[in-house]
Structure formats: structure tokens, C-alpha cells
């Protein structure tokens, strides 16, 4: 019902920008909550942003002032700009979509902030 996959992730230095996108297909896009979050090596899985349907967004506080995301119905594609990247950002990203009481997940992308 809902397909997700991410893509934009890679190798950045500290203080630089990256974008990264969500592609989905399936009829629930337009109904789901989506959120990015992240798992670094050995830690567990965190929210970094979300936006709902309507478009109200919740950012954790490491990202409220450097992240934004958004989203394009119409292209089915949720956003995540990062801005002043820094090394404890590195992780996997991963897209998610919740409706009611379903979750989708992305195959997740990998982000490297290192000099």
C-alpha cells in the first residue's frame, strides 16, 4: 500500500548541506504521517523530523534548527534538507509513512559527515 524509497544520502563534510528524498507509490501517501529518522552503529532508531498530512511538522531538538522537511503530494515525495551537517549526523536515514496503525519503511540511505 505504500512503497518507500530513499535516495540523496552520501559523503559530506562538516558545515555542508544534503537533501534527501522519499519517493513513494501507493494509494496511502496523501493519508500518512511521514517522518525521517535515523540509526547510527550501535544506537537505536530516532525521529529526526515528521510531517503529517496537513502538513504540521515535529523536528527533534538536534534537528529543529538545521533540518526541514517537507512534503509534495502531488509528487508523492517527502523532503529532508539538512543544513550545517555535522559528524554525529552520520547514519542511515530511513522514510516513514504511518497511517492508522500500519508503518512503512524505506530501505534507508546512508549519510557520512566527515572531513
Known amino acids: 500500500q505504500l512503497q518507500l524509497v530513499e535516495s540523496g544520502g552520501g559523503l559530506v563534510q562538516p558545515g555542508e548541506s544534503l537533501r534527501l528524498s522519499c519517493a513513494a507509490s501507493?494509494?496511502?501517501?496523501?493519508?500518512?504521517?511521514m517522518g525521517w529518522y535515523r540509526q547510527a552503529p550501535g544506537k537505536q532508531r530516532e525521529l529526526v523530523a515528521s510531517i503529517t498530512a496537513s502538513s504540521i511538522t515535529n523536528y527533534a531538538d538536534f534537528a529543529k534548527d538545521r533540518f526541514t522537511i517537507s512534503r509534495e503530494n502531488t509528487k508523492q515525495t517527502v523532503y529532508l534538507q539538512m543544513n550545517s551537517l555535522k559528524p554525529e549526523d552520520t547514519a542511515v536515514y530511513y522514510c516513514?509513512?504511518?497511517?492508522?496503525?500500519?508503518?512503512?519503511w524505506g530501505q534507508g540511505t546512508q549519510v557520512t559527515v566527515s572531513s
Open positions: 516513514n509513512g504511518a497511517w492508522a496503525t500500519r508503518n512503512y
Open positions: 501507493g494509494r496511502l501517501f496523501s493519508y500518512a504521517t
